[in-house]
């Protein structure tokens, strides 16, 4: 029973995630995500130059809000990219090497633009479990996240990259575990979600730090 019930609520988890990328694509493609990458270069320009750095085995340089996870795993994601022959520049040598640096920009910039879409589809399957684990109800869980998904902040965070969201899914995993933890005070996994705890809480921290 407990095998079952584990699975459904991976696969409504997985649901979720899904649901709210469909919804994040219609975000991006609303904001155009081809459009240049000069109109929006607040941090999209700096996270893309700082991920570049890390695949090229160079320390990040923006310091001013660390976002070491953010630009991390904007790193990998702009390998996996490359793997796959969706773009052919993935670190600082290889963009460097191209003649004109406009396009280098204009083919780069919209991969991160598609990141914060996913990262941002991730922060709401993780509210939404932090709903469910406040309320026990998935259809009010569900449409409370809906809502706060549909908000002009969360908007924003869809079409362009920042620090928040990345340090928001930290911040939210740590409290998840920490009402896990005192509501399962027999578990055999009270060590783990006290440690998993302090570990994405200072993640959060880590990723926003200033």
């Not at 941002?120 to 939404?128: P, R």
């Amino acid at each position: 029973m407990n095998i079952k019930k584990t699975f459904l609520n991976c696969f409504l988890i997985l649901a979720s995630f899904i649901f709210y990328l469909i919804l994040s694509k219609i975000y991006l493609d609303y904001f155009d995500i081809n459009r240049h990458w000069s109109s929006q270069f607040d941090q999209e320009l700096t996270f893309a130059y700082n991920a570049l750095l890390f695949n090229s085995g160079i320390q990040h340089e923006f310091i001013d809000h660390s976002a070491y996870f953010t630009i991390l795993f904007l790193s990998i994601f702009i390998k996996f990219a490359e793997l796959f022959n969706y773009l052919e520049l993935y670190n600082l040598r290889t963009f460097i090497e191209q003649n004109d640096l406009d396009t280098s920009f204009q083919q780069i910039i919209p991969l991160v633009r598609i990141y914060s879409g996913i990262s941002i589809a991730l922060w709401a399957a993780v509210v939404n479990i932090l709903f469910y684990y406040i309320s026990n109800s998935k259809i009010f869980s569900f449409l409370l996240t809906l809502i706060v998904f549909t908000m002009p902040g969360t908007i924003e965070h869809s079409w362009q990259l920042r620090t928040e969201a990345m340090s928001s899914i930290f911040m939210i995993l740590s409290l998840i575990m920490l009402i896990s933890y005192f509501r399962n005070e027999g578990s055999k996994l009270q060590i783990l979600k006290l440690f998993l705890f302090f570990i994405f809480l200072f993640s959060a921290i880590l990723n926003k730090s200033q």
